[in-house]
């Protein structure tokens, strides 16, 4: 069962411009949600987090949106750099203590052109 | 580095064969995950542990599959008689224990068996 959706596979963007990413969730319990970012022959590497009781968090470029009632969640890069250009994965998980099942969307492959 | 570290990088073995992977974990981190990604897909939950215990298994995680992690620190995955959709990428990461924790990834083992 596919509890966390990333529905674009691919994004294409200019460079200084802003890149959308998106995720849909289904399961009410998940109260932390993570994006990663991968490069080829790489493993994921932490991005940003949010919990469940903000809408909202930033940091530099980075800033992810989490929309409780529409189970939805979006990381924005302001400017995009060809630099980013990578898979991004949205996750998430119920961080109850030892709950740890941590949840991946397929990714959404984001290329910046200079 | 005080990252995650894997090892081997890539392995290649014959179908039937038995393969291990190992996993050294961040220091100070007492929770250790193992992770499948195939192609096109984000990384499937495993199985992870809480200092040298094994908490939870997916059932992903046959009867083929076993993790130790004996002392707490690193960690081996073993697949006993290979298969071909045994194929993927096998992710280890680890983090600190506790509600809400973010877990860091390392660079991943690829196994393809032919």
């Known amino acids: 069962d596919q509890q966390v959706k990333q529905n674009s596979p691919s994004l294409s963007v200019q460079e200084g411009r802003i890149s959308i990413l998106n995720c849909d969730y289904t399961n009410s319990m998940f109260d932390y949600f993570l994006w990663y970012k991968k490069y080829p022959a790489e493993g994921p590497t932490f991005l940003i987090s949010i919990s469940s009781i903000k809408d909202k968090n930033e940091d530099g470029r980075f800033t992810v949106f989490l929309n409780k009632s529409a189970k939805h969640l979006s990381l924005h890069i302001v400017p995009s750099q060809p630099g980013d250009s990578a898979v991004y994965f949205c996750a998430a998980f119920w961080g109850g203590y030892n709950n740890n099942d941590m949840r991946f969307g397929a990714g959404t492959r984001l290329t910046v052109k200079p | 580095d005080t990252g995650v570290s894997q090892n081997p990088r890539h392995k290649i073995t014959k179908r039937g064969q038995n393969v291990t992977f190992r996993c050294d974990p961040i220091?100070?981190?007492?929770?250790l995950y193992w992770y499948r990604q195939t192609l096109g897909q984000g990384p499937e939950f495993l199985t992870y542990?809480?200092?040298?215990?094994?908490?939870?298994k997916s059932r992903l995680l046959s009867d083929r599959f076993s993790a130790e992690r004996p002392k707490g620190s690193f960690s081996t995955l073993e697949i006993q008689r290979t298969e071909q959709g045994d194929s993927a990428m096998y992710l280890c990461a680890s983090s600190i224990g506790g509600a809400g924790n973010t877990q860091y990834f390392g660079p991943g083992t690829r196994l393809t068996v032919l």
């Open positions: 542990f809480q200092n040298e215990a094994q908490l939870e």
């Open positions: 220091s100070e981190h007492n929770r």
